[in-house]
C-alpha cells in the first residue's frame, strides 16, 4: 500500500485579458510588478538562459516574436536543437516545440483597466468572444486557405484559452499554438504553447489546459484549513488506489476542492520520480482522486498536494 503524506496549498487563480484588455506598450506609466515564476517543463525540453549563449540570446529576443518577447519572463524549447546551438552547430531546424510566459504589466491609464478577479475577467471574456468565435470545433483539423485562423477555444478555473493555426500559400498547415491567459497573485501571465510544423488538435489544448493547472499548483500559497479531516481523506483515497504489485515509486498530485467537497477540474500531476512506475502510480492517484470524490464529509476546501509514494 502506497505511504501517503499531504502538503496544504490554496491556489490563487485569475486570467489576464486579451485582445481589447490586451497588454500595453512597454514604458511610461507601467506599474512594476515583480513575479518569481515556478514552472516545470515538459519532458524533452529546456531552458532558456539569455545569459549563457548567443544562441540562447537569439531565442529568446526572437520566439514567439520580437515584440512579445520584450515581456519574457521565461522561455522552454527543445533540447536538442538548443543543445546543438551553444555548441556551434547551426545546421539543424530551429526548435518544434516552445512554451513562452510572459508577465504583462498593468498601467494606471490602461483602458479597460485588467481585472483582478478572475471570475469576473473569465466571464466578460466569454461574453465579448464567444459571438465572435461561435463554435471552435471546426478550428481543429480543417483546412482553410487564409494565413491564419484565430478561435476561443475555452475557459475554466486557470485561464482562459485561445488558439492560432498557420497556413502557407498554398493552404498547408506550417504550425500554431494556444495562448493561455491567467494570474498568479495579482500579476497577469501569458503562456504561449507553441508549435512549429505541427498541427494544432484538442490534445493539445487539453495539454495547455494541463499545463494551466500546473503553473497555479507549483506557485499555489500555503493555507490553513482544519487537519483533523485530513488522514481520513488520505484513508478514502487509499482505498481507491489500485496499481500492479511490486511496482515502486513517486507521484505528488495537486487537486482542489470546491465547497460542496468535489473535485474542481482534473487533478494535476506536478512532480514524479523516475521511471515508468512513477509515471504509472501518477495516474493511478489522479484516477483513485477522481473515483473517491465526494469529500464533503471531511471538511475540506481548497487546493492539496497529495504525494503517492510506494517503496
Known amino acids: 500500500m502506497p505511504k501517503m503524506q499531504i502538503v496544504l496549498g490554496l491556489v490563487v487563480a485569475s486570467v489576464v485579458a486579451l485582445s ?21 517543463p515538459p519532458k524533452g525540453l529546456c531552458q ?44 539543424g531546424k530551429m526548435p518544434t516545440n516552445v512554451i513562452f510566459l510572459a508577465v504583462i504589466p498593468r498601467t494606471i491609464d490602461q483602458t479597460p483597466p485588467i481585472p483582478y478577479n478572475l471570475k469576473d475577467l473569465v466571464s466578460a471574456l466569454v461574453a465579448r468572444d464567444a459571438p465572435r468565435y461561435k463554435d471552435a470545433k471546426p478550428f ?15 475557459s475554466d478555473e486557470n485561464g482562459v484559452y485561445y488558439g492560432i493555426r498557420k497556413f502557407d500559400k498554398s493552404g498547408k498547415e506550417i504550425g500554431g499554438g494556444i495562448s493561455i491567459y491567467t494570474m498568479i497573485e495579482t500579476s497577469p501571465i501569458l503562456i504561449w504553447v507553441l508549435a512549429f510544423e505541427n498541427t ?17 499548483a507549483e506557485n499555489s500559497r500555503p493555507v490553513t484549513v482544519n487537519l483533523k479531516g485530513l488522514p481520513h481523506l488520505a484513508k478514502k483515497v487509499q482505498s481507491c488506489f489500485n496499481v500492479p504489485a511490486g511496482i515502486g515509486g513517486k507521484a505528488v498530485v495537486s487537486f482542489k476542492i470546491n465547497e460542496a467537497g468535489a473535485l474542481e477540474g482534473t487533478p494535476v500531476v506536478i512532480e514524479q520520480g523516475g521511471g515508468e512506475a512513477s509515471e504509472v502510480i501518477g495516474k493511478a492517484a489522479i484516477r483513485a482522486l477522481q473515483k473517491c470524490q465526494p469529500y464533503l464529509e471531511f471538511g475540506l476546501q481548497g487546493q492539496f498536494h497529495l504525494p503517492f509514494v510506494i517503496q
Request: charged share 25%; glycine share 6%.
Open 200 to 216: 494544432i488538435d484538442e490534445a493539445k489544448f487539453d495539454r495547455a489546459k494541463q499545463l494551466a493547472a500546473q503553473l497555479q
Open 20 to 40: 481589447g484588455l490586451a497588454a500595453p506598450a512597454i514604458g511610461a506609466s507601467s506599474i512594476e510588478q515583480g513575479i518569481d515564476l515556478q514552472f516545470t
Open 140 to 154: 481543429f483539423g480543417s483546412r482553410k486557405e487564409t494565413a491564419d485562423v484565430f478561435a476561443l477555444l475555452g
Open 48 to 91: 532558456v538562459d539569455p545569459s549563457r549563449s548567443k544562441a540562447d540570446q537569439y531565442l529568446w529576443t526572437s520566439l514567439p516574436d520580437k515584440k512579445t518577447a520584450e515581456l519574457t519572463h521565461t522561455l522552454f524549447v527543445d533540447c536538442l536543437p538548443l543543445e546543438q546551438a551553444r555548441k556551434g552547430d547551426f545546421s
